[in-house]
């Protein structure tokens, strides 16, 4: 019936009072449009599992059916008057006054879908409620009638499917439903990202439309309907060009979709990108070719070099070596079971102390890699010297795993070396008994290297006093310095040796003699990178010498005024060339003679002088 004819209304629904369902008048005017007689009215509405309320202007509920008082667990007496059960939450009952208040202001229906509501036992429901307006005859709202109806379970449903539907929307992989006509049905944002169109314009096309037919018939059509038939699932994987611009290597799955009455009614497809992937393995497949050559590289240069590599895997104590190791010990491979104890009996055993330190060393203390010597027999006697290069590799609890390290054999350079500082030796000593310096020195820098018996040739003191171009500047007589580095110029100018001789001051004045013979030290250009040499002390023959210098230009003046004597009997003239003879001898600036008178008076009787002196000849 038409709830709203002016002949269903009558005053008493205006009253202050609660409506009365058994109110046989109201029910006998209703009646006037139905057969069904007024006091079936509540029993009908207490049949409907649904709720059925009225509510007064005051907003109280005036009326309620059997299943809100039983959802409620409380009786119609007890909800009459009620605004709202006391126990339901306070923001819910806030939204049920508002719209109430705006079915009675507007007159207009108010609908609410997934209304919380708590029951008597605090659990929490979801209605479908619907308020409508009851009018009387001058169009005012007199009553509200609300029915609600529980839709808990569908409110479960729709969350659910809500987020699986933002499941799919926000996986980066493309998921999409196409029936069995290859028409697409359900697509995901990500889909139409890729194919750079709106969701709603992808739903409803051909899979052959958007792809192409020739791609569709070789690529898609085959697997779609080999899932169709029944296929558990089709995989495959390629490369495509994505109306988004982007070139993409994916795999696509394909699944069955089976409906509600198990048939298989379209097909799930999920596209995966793995243009990551697929470059990061083409990639690591490019690295392995590359270290694939590399390491073959690395193992000629490493035969190249007889270098024999091997590693120590420290839980098991098993020892791993390269073909080479087993050659640089002269031993067959894998001729013993290769532990620790095992290398060790191969070293000499004045070694063997030292090497267990280093171990204990590199594996306790915070020391990654090593670098030794020692000695290894051969098995038929022959000692060998080893170099050995080894870092120690941890694992993901940062314990020691792993040695890794490198041998070499050195024995002809260790031996070499030997020689050299035998050599080295008997030279140091033939050059301290010959009281012989040896010196070098670096061109730019000036930075020297002496021997002992050179710091003593300059009057220093080895380990005290510097070795360098400047020191020895330093000691060098003023007037020899000049000509001496201008003949060590020339010689590393003209790539020739130099030697000469020159004074040296000792810090405590003392005067030397000493000769410096040496060379230049030049590059693969020529440049002159270096100097060296060796230095003598040559005071004594240098003084000998000048003694005999001394002693002929004697003889040879003697000679001379002997001879003057012979040619003449000038005194004048004798006396003359004899003052003159020993002043070139003496190299002074005057020689004199003084005649003494018997009474001790005298006067200077001849002079010889230099330029620029006065003349005291005849001075009494």
Request: hydrophobic residues 35%; charged residues 20%; proline residues 4%.
């Amino acid at each position: 019936p038409d709830l709203t004819a002016p002949d269903l209304i009558t005053p008493d629904l205006t009253a202050p009072d609660p409506i009365n369902p058994n109110d046989l008048e109201l029910g006998n005017r209703v009646g006037q449009y139905c057969s069904i007689p007024a006091t079936l009215y509540p029993v009908i509405l207490d049949t409907v599992s649904d709720l059925v309320f009225c509510k007064t202007p005051g907003l109280v509920v005036s009326y309620a059916n059997q299943a809100t008082c039983d959802y409620y667990g409380l009786s119609l007496t007890e909800l009459q008057g009620m605004t709202d059960v006391p126990f339901n939450q306070l923001d819910f009952t806030q939204q049920y006054l508002r719209d109430d208040a705006q079915v009675f202001a507007t007159g207009q229906v108010v609908e609410r879908w997934y209304e919380p509501n708590q029951a008597l036992d605090g659990s929490i429901h979801y209605f479908h409620t619907v308020k409508s307006p009851l009018l009387d005859h001058a169009g005012n709202v007199v009553q509200l009638v609300g029915v609600s109806r529980d839709v808990t379970e569908q409110k479960v449903l729709h969350d659910r499917l809500t987020i699986y539907e933002r499941i799919v929307s926000a996986t980066p992989d493309c998921i999409a439903l196409l029936d069995r006509q290859y028409i697409y049905q359900v697509v995901n944002e990500t889909y139409a990202q890729w194919h750079a169109r709106p969701r709603h314009e992808l739903m409803g096309q051909a899979a052959a439309d958007l792809f192409g037919e020739d791609f569709f018939q070789a690529e898609q059509k085959p697997l779609i309907d080999r899932c169709l038939a029944g296929e558990d699932h089709g995989v495959t994987e390629l490369w495509h060009h994505y109306p988004d611009g982007q070139r993409r290597y994916v795999r696509a799955t394909l699944t069955p979709y089976v409906d509600e009455a198990d048939q298989i009614t379209g097909v799930i497809v999920n596209v995966n990108d793995l243009t990551q992937l697929k470059c990061a393995e083409e990639s690591l497949y490019q690295a392995q070719q590359d270290l694939k050559a590399t390491s073959a590289q690395l193992r000629l240069v490493l035969r190249s070099a007889k270098i024999g590599v091997w590693s120590w895997h420290l839980p098991s104590d098993q020892l791993d070596w390269d073909d080479y190791m087993y050659e640089l010990y002269q031993i067959e491979p894998k001729a013993l079971n290769w532990t620790y104890a095992a290398w060790r009996n191969l070293v000499h055993p004045d070694d063997l102390a030292r090497l267990d330190q280093i171990q204990t060393d590199i594996l306790t203390a915070d020391q990654p890699e090593f670098v030794t010597e020692f000695r290894i027999f051969w098995p038929d006697g022959t000692l060998r010297h080893i170099e050995a290069y080894g870092l120690v590799q941890r694992d993901c609890a940062n314990q020691p795993e792993y040695l890794l390290g490198m041998n070499r054999d050195i024995t002809d350079r260790r031996l070499a070396e030997q020689a050299l500082q035998a050599s080295e030796t008997q030279k140091r000593m033939a050059l301290d008994l010959t009281h012989t310096g040896a010196w070098t020195f670096n061109v730019a820098t000036g930075q020297a290297i002496w021997s002992a018996s050179q710091y003593e040739l300059m009057g220093l003191r080895p380990g005290y006093d510097q070795s360098h171009l400047q020191a020895w500047r330093d000691r060098v007589h003023p007037d020899d310095l000049e000509r001496v580095e201008a003949e060590f110029a020339q010689a590393l100018h003209t790539q020739t040796t130099v030697a000469t001789e020159y004074r040296v001051i000792h810090p405590d004045c003392q005067q030397r003699w000493v000769l410096t013979k040496g060379g230049g030290i030049y590059d693969e250009q020529g440049n002159d990178t270096h100097m060296n040499g060796v230095m003598l002390d040559v005071t004594d023959s240098k003084q000998a010498e000048l003694q005999m210098r001394h002693q002929i230009e004697r003889d040879r003046i003697l000679n001379q005024m002997i001879q003057d004597i012979r040619q003449t009997l000038d005194l004048d003239h004798i006396v003359t060339t004899a003052v003159t003879e020993v002043q070139a001898f003496l190299q002074v600036e005057r020689v004199l003679i003084y005649r003494f008178m018997p009474d001790l008076s005298g006067a200077v009787i001849t002079e010889a002088i230099a330029s620029g002196y006065t003349s005291i000849q005849g001075l009494r």
